[in-house]
């Protein structure tokens, strides 16, 4: 299972004005945190709580359907190109990224077992789109839109250009080529879904998008490329039985939360700076962003309270940024929690040669890169700790399927704790509902007109 270390954020190890004693920390919030976890548990199986992605692993009929689907295709299409923004993308690209070989996209057919290319779109740059459309052979793609609501602009946007080019190459064939995954019975996309035939999934109700990575969602794309599924599913089901027990000393999601939350209310240390060391894990810091800032960014709280107030997440990766962002950490402002990731046996081993003996160099030689990275990590843990900087440690045994669900399904469940402990909705996105609408009111929808009014008005103020 995941280790969890916080030692690095205690007074007795960096100081009375910038740790906490987290014993006693622990102590005083130990029945609250009970409290907490038993309500999200009794919850999570309410309709309107916004918490079914808590049950998402115990899907059977999902996982099926979904292993049914990828072997019926198998063989089919070189390529897997997925439409989606936020939650609809970032969470399978954090899998396979994280899953996959590394530059799979890269490697020949035969060092693919013949697995097809995975690609994501996940913005609406003119030029990257362009540039990856010219670059695909659509005929030879599956294209898996996802969206919840059916009609989020940037990905019905995408999907507009990408069907119009398959109808154009393949004629009343190109429905083949397409899987959608959306709402169950509404929207925009289940209905063009069902009027032209595309094979569907569905994005479960009650569940936000960010919290949807262990659904058709994200189980889908990994499915397509040869991932074992079930082995993600397994990893979830260990960690939510161990996150389900109510004792803080043993619940490392919950210790995490009331860390980043005490840090924030009483030490003024806002800002989350998730930091794997693998280049694996690299976009498991963006799909933590979008989780942490979204749920957690909040200015009314569960009494109907003006409020502000949400940590702010950073995303970084090691040993890279120790050369961009750690000057910054360890001489900058004191305000930030480092979420340090850690990977004890990776997949391969690189040895350094050993041809520069006697230079100032040559102790590199006749070790390894992996060697090279533990003392990255540990060099970088240590100067934050000199410097009076709190870090905790969260260790994985090895980068596979069932270690890395794992980890994302804790961060769930630590974002939620951490959003009771705000007292705060943390399943809900106000701010960027308000964004969207004004988007469809720029774009022209029909109903939006006063709003696009109002909004003229504004930028031209603004201008």
Known sequence: MIKFSCKNADSMVIGVDNGLNLQEEFNNYRDKIAEIIFDLNQRKDKNGQKLQWMNLAYNDETLWYVKEYAAMVKDRFENILVL????????????????????WNFLSEEQRDGLPRIFFLDNIDPDSMNGLLEALDLEKTLVNVITKSGDTAETMAQFMIVKDILKNKLGDSYRYNIVATTD??????????EQEGYKTFVVPDDVGGRFSVFSAVGLLPCALVGLDIDEIINGVKDMDLLLKNPDIDSNIAAQNALIHYLMDVKMSKNLSVMMPYSSRLRYVSDWYVQLWAESLGKNIDKNGNSIQVGPTPIKALGATDQHSQIQLYNEGPNNKVINFVRVENFDTTLEIPNIFEYTGIGYLGGKTLNQLMDAEADSTKVSLSDCSRPTVTITLDKVDCYHVAQLLYLLEIQTAI?????????????GVEQSKNYTYALMGRIGYEESANMLQERMAQLV
């Open 184 to 193: 169950k019975k509404t929207g925009i996309l289940r209905q063009i879904s």
């Open 418 to 430: 951490a959003g009771e402990l705000y007292n705060i909705d943390a399943f809900n996105q106000p």
């Open 84 to 103: 989606g923004i936020g939650g609809s993308a970032l969470g399978g690209l954090a899998l396979t990224e994280a899953l996959l070989k590394p530059y």
